[in-house]
């Protein structure tokens, strides 16, 4: 059974931090590349960064320099380092797989909102 849960999201101010973490089944986190994604309000959900199994990472040029992704391969976690939050990076965030297809299972994401 596929799961994915992520945590850590809340309401911050600009230029504050957080940090997500996203718990994943073994299944499906060995062998996959992963990445985070995110939704804003009215807007389709986008790609945030990606890391390899190799650990190789990849992020979109909105939150180069700001975000880091990694991940911790005993405990089939991914995380994301979220530092100089603006307010456009205010959305739902989840993991999945990279690249996810239209059978990919999605969790309930967490929440960021940066607001001053």
């Known amino acids: 059974q596929v799961q994915l849960v992520e945590s850590g999201g809340g309401l911050v101010r600009p230029g504050r931090s957080l940090k997500l973490s996203c718990v994943a089944s073994?299944?499906?986190?060995?062998?996959?590349?992963m990445a985070w994604y995110r939704q804003a309000p009215g807007k389709q959900r986008g790609l945030v960064a990606v890391?390899?199994?190799?650990?190789?990472?990849h992020y979109v040029d909105s939150v180069k320099g700001r975000f880091v992704i990694s991940r911790d391969n005993a405990e089939n976690t991914v995380y994301l380092q979220m530092n100089s939050l603006e307010p456009e990076d205010t959305a739902v965030y989840h993991c999945?797989?990279?690249?996810?297809?239209?059978?990919?299972?999605w969790g309930q994401g967490t929440q960021v909102t940066v607001s001053s």
């Open positions: 073994r299944s499906i986190f060995d062998t996959n590349d």
């Open positions: 890391i390899t199994t190799r650990g190789q990472t």
């Open positions: 999945n797989v990279f690249p996810y297809t239209l059978t990919s299972y």
